[in-house]
């Protein structure tokens, strides 16, 4: 996260929260096992075990609306991912411009939350840019002055295309 931004002319500003990881649903010979997504080869804390996938992916549905944990990735088979589910208040980050505050603010498009608000467009775009990559947004857009949506900046996932069919990696 960038430390120089934040709290810079804040008043009574609150701490940013920790992010959480995606979490992935993984067929584990004859049960579903809900865990952490973890890719720097630490062990991932398994938050549920189930009998089958289709319980297992009912629950973790219900646990990204009830949680900050951003998206789950179901693996089909042990290198492709056949879907990725998202939690609703992680599909869109937004750069928008409040005339109000005369700063360009980055929020989730669906929560009272703001992550930041800069006099600086750049600044605000950049930051918004390492927000979307620790927190796991979907989507970043990057809205004019006026409103208008001028770029959108899709999650690593989606650009890298893992649900489509041939596209195989290790966990």
Request: hydrophobic share 35%; proline share 4%; glycine share 6%.
């Amino acid at each position: 996260m960038d430390e120089e931004i934040l709290g810079t002319g804040s008043i009574g500003a609150i701490s940013v929260p920790a992010s959480k990881p995606p979490i992935e649903i993984v067929a584990d010979g004859r049960e579903s096992v809900v865990r952490e997504f973890v890719t720097d080869g630490t062990k991932p804390r398994v938050l549920s075990r189930y009998e089958n996938r289709r319980l297992a992916e009912r629950a973790v549905r219900k646990q990204l609306s009830n949680s900050r944990y951003p998206c789950a990735l179901v693996w089909e088979t042990k290198h492709s991912v056949g879907g990725l589910l998202w939690n609703d208040q992680f599909k869109r980050l937004q750069v928008t411009y409040s005339p109000l505050l005369a700063a360009w603010m980055v929020a989730p498009a669906t929560d009272e939350f703001m992550f930041c608000a800069l006099d600086d467009n750049q600044q605000a775009c950049r930051f918004a840019k390492s927000i979307q990559r620790d927190y796991e947004f979907k989507h970043l857009e990057l809205r004019t002055k006026g409103g208008a949506v001028d770029r959108v900046i899709d999650h690593r996932f989606l650009r890298q295309s893992i649900t489509d069919s041939g596209v195989q990696f290790s966990r």
